[in-house]
């Protein structure tokens, strides 16, 4: 049996679109749009670690993010909040 994570897309895309979370990123000055998303689990489980990389414009600038967290839905919304941070350098 093979143990090995094996690739999840699209498991927390709609998390990284969701609305509350694009609203509260624009009430702060950030129009987020997510292009491109992928995640992969780095353990099993309900709450598994994973890592989630981003592509998105934000304030009509093209940024890539990554996050790391268990549970993988964690790990998708700071993958989009270290795009924005991005823009802050």
Same mark, same amino acid.
């Given at each position: 049996?093979?143990? $090995? &994570?094996?690739?999840?897309?699209? #498991?927390?895309? $709609? #998390?990284?679109?969701?609305?509350?979370? +694009?609203? $509260?990123?624009?009430?702060?000055?950030?129009? +987020?749009?997510?292009?491109?998303? /992928?995640?992969?689990?780095?353990?099993?489980?309900?709450?598994? $670690?994973?890592?989630?990389?981003?592509?998105?414009?934000?304030?009509?600038?093209?940024?890539?993010?990554?996050? /790391?967290?268990?549970?993988?839905? &964690?790990?998708?919304?700071?993958?989009? &909040?270290? &795009?924005?941070?991005? #823009?802050?350098?």
């Amino acid at each position: 049996m093979d143990t $090995a &994570a094996k690739p999840q897309v699209n #498991t927390a895309r $709609a #998390t990284v679109r969701s609305r509350p979370f +694009v609203d $509260a990123l624009a009430a702060l000055g950030f129009d +987020v749009r997510v292009l491109d998303y /992928f995640e992969h689990e780095m353990s099993a489980g309900d709450n598994a $670690a994973g890592a989630s990389y981003v592509e998105c414009t934000v304030n009509e600038q093209v940024l890539w993010g990554v996050g /790391f967290s268990g549970p993988i839905v &964690a790990a998708s919304l700071n993958a989009v &909040a270290s &795009a924005v941070n991005r #823009t802050l350098r």
